[in-house]
Nanobody
């Protein structure tokens, strides 16, 4: 049974930082692309950042230069370091593990709230 468990969300003032973590179990972590998505109220879920098995990364334009995704294959974890947070970053953040269409898993989400 695959489980992705996010942690690290919370309330922070604009300009502050948070570090999200996602602990994965029940899958061969090292072969999955790991992603962070977010969904704000009334908006569609969007990709924030992704990291491939080789370590290459991609980011949404809105977070480039502020967010950093990293993975630790030995610990089956992926992190999202979020700096210079803005109120527009307020959303539920979801961890995603993707291999192919039928091997695509989601965490339960963690709330990030940035106050102005």
């Amino acid at each position: 049974q695959v489980q992705l468990v996010e942690s690290g969300g919370g309330l922070v003032q604009a300009g502050g930082s948070l570090r999200l973590s996602c602990a994965a179990s029940g899958l061969i972590f090292g072969i999955y692309t790991m992603n962070w998505y977010r969904q704000a109220p009334g908006k569609q879920r969007e990709l924030v950042a992704g990291i491939a098995i080789g370590g290459s990364t991609n980011y949404a334009d809105s977070v480039k230069g502020r967010f950093t995704i990293s993975r630790d294959n030995a610990k089956n974890t992926v992190h999202l370091q979020m700096n210079s947070l803005k109120p527009d970053d307020t959303a539920v953040y979801y961890c995603n593990a993707y291999l192919r269409t039928n091997s695509n898993y989601w965490g339960q989400g963690t709330q990030v709230t940035v106050s102005s």
